[in-house]
C-alpha cells in the first residue's frame, strides 16, 4: 500500500494521548495532514476504527502485511487525511506546529519551538 501526497501538509502535529503511545509503540505518534483529495491510496490495506480519548471515531488504514499505519481520518477532523510522519522516512520533514494531549506527555519528551500550540 502506498500514499501520494500532493502540495504541503496544511497541518503537522505531534499527539501524546494514551492511544496514540499504544498505535505508535511510542511515547507519542507524529502526524501530517492534507485536505482528502490531497492523498491518493494505491494497493491493499484494511481498515480498523477507535473511539479516541476526544469521544469521537478515527478510521485507520494500515498495511496487511507489516501492520504499519499508512493514514487516518478523524471525526474531528472528517476532511482531513492524516499520514504517519515515519511513513515519509524523510528528517527534513517540516516540524510540527501543534502538540495536544500534554497532559499525557511523558516528562522526559518535548516538542521544540515557540510557535507550536499546546493543547490539552
Known sequence: MTATCTGEPVRVSVCHCLECQKRSG????????????????????????????????????????????????????????????????????PPPRFSVYESRRHPWTCVAGEDVERWD
Open 26 to 93: 511510542s511515547a507519542f505518534a507524529v502526524q501530517a495532514r492534507w485536505p482528502q483529495e490531497q492523498v491518493v491510496l494505491a494497493g491493499t490495506f484494511h481498515e480498523w476504527t477507535r473511539v479516541g480519548e476526544s469521544g469521537k471515531p478515527a478510521t485507520f488504514r494500515f498495511c496487511p502485511t507489516c501492520g504499519a499505519t499508512l493514514t487516518f481520518v478523524s471525526a474531528s477532523m472528517p476532511e482531513l487525511t492524516a499520514v504517519p510522519v515515519g511513513a515519509f522516512a524523510d528528517p527534513t520533514f
